[in-house]
């Protein structure tokens, strides 16, 4: 079984930052990719970023030069920094990894979500 723990969300006001963090345990081989969703009210969930093991990123258009993703391999943890945040980045956001639990096996796994709000 894997977990995904995340952290580090709460309430901000406008340009301000906060950093989230997203730690995965359990019995696996390897974490491939890891990212970032989030999920306003009323919609449908978003990527926000993606980290390859390797270091490569992906970022969503509406984050790009304020939002940083970087991982530890060592720790299995992903973070993602938030700067010059706005309210329309309010939203739950999400961890998730794509696990090699065996050889040959790979999953799927979300962490449980935390809460980001931006007031204006």
């Known amino acids: 079984q894997v977990q995904l723990v995340e952290s580090g969300g709460g309430l901000v006001q406008a340009g301000g930052s906060l950093r989230l963090s997203c730690a995965a345990s359990?019995?696996?081989?390897?974490?491939?990719?890891m990212g970032w969703y989030r999920q306003a009210p009323g919609k449908q969930r978003d990527l926000v970023a993606t980290?390859?093991?390797?270091?490569?990123?992906n970022y969503a258009d509406s984050v790009k030069g304020r939002f940083t993703i970087s991982r530890d391999n060592a720790k299995n943890t992903v973070y993602l920094q938030m700067n010059s945040l706005k309210p329309e980045d309010t939203a739950v956001y999400y961890c998730?990894?794509?696990?090699?639990?065996?050889?040959?096996?790979?999953?799927?796994?979300w962490g449980q979500g935390t809460q980001v709000t931006v007031s204006s």
């Open positions: 359990g019995s696996f081989f390897s974490i491939n990719a």
């Open positions: 980290i390859t093991s390797g270091g490569t990123t």
């Open positions: 998730n990894a794509d696990v090699l639990v065996r050889a040959y096996a790979s999953y799927d796994y």
